[in-house]
């Protein structure tokens, strides 16, 4: 029987519409729950180089020791290897590509510094996920905090990252909402009456990147705990409508700021204008 597959499965290497990447890995997981058999034994037991090369599209293209590969890269996690590719035009790693080898002329033989280690590590950390229980309704509930206004990530979750739409929810532990000037979202311990509220936290409409992503020290000089480009933690259902941050509230964080900060905030309006 033909096993159907879907998304980061789907991805062949002679597909024009999928960067393959690591395909080896995907195999594996799927042959393990066909036949059982172990993804190391699939990994070690192949030898075609196509199944383990990555393939990424770079921006201006990419170098590697200081020497132009190309804009359409391929390369492979090398035991060999302590460099990784860079974009040429700022020097910024190109994702996943640490301990890397190019790999632009295809060899007809396997290389012996294929890194199949790694490659097992990734296979199982997937085989991990996908052996999480789902959690039905889920993505329904997601959904519904999301036309709230709440931007919702995996928790824990670090940066300014937003889960993208229709993002699959099922099997993840434990949810948090994102803050920050991406998310439109201010989270302040204060008065929670007026807005939306989850447990002590008052969630408001707010996405002027001109102030601080870290407030700490405006929350330690404020006397309010505030989060603006982190995450917290989902805890109870949010209860009321989200509204936009009253100027008082605005004010009060100016206030706070250092005169470097506030500097940057009055001459970001002057810009604005």
Partial sequence: METK????FNAAYN????????ICVTEAVVEYFKT???VADYINESTNILDFVIVRTVNGGAKFNDKHVGKVVRFYYSTQSTEALRYEKNNNLVPKSNNSMPIMDL?????LDVDKERYITEAQALLADCEKPCRRGRNQRVMHYTKMGLSIVPWPHKGITISPEGANFSAVAKVGIQTGYRANTIAIKHDNSLTLSMGDW????FNDKRYPGAMKAVSKK???EIMYGGAIEFTSKPEGEMKPLPKVLEDAIYNTLGLGQRRKVVDGLEFLL
């Fill in 202 to 205: 008052a969630l408001y409409r």
């Fill in 36 to 38: 059982g058999k172990p």
């Fill in 15 to 22: 597909d024009p519409s999928h960067n393959p990447a690591t």
């Fill in 107 to 111: 060899p007809k033989a396997m290389p």
């Fill in 5 to 8: 597959k879907k998304g980061m």
């Fill in 222 to 224: 404020i006397g309010w």
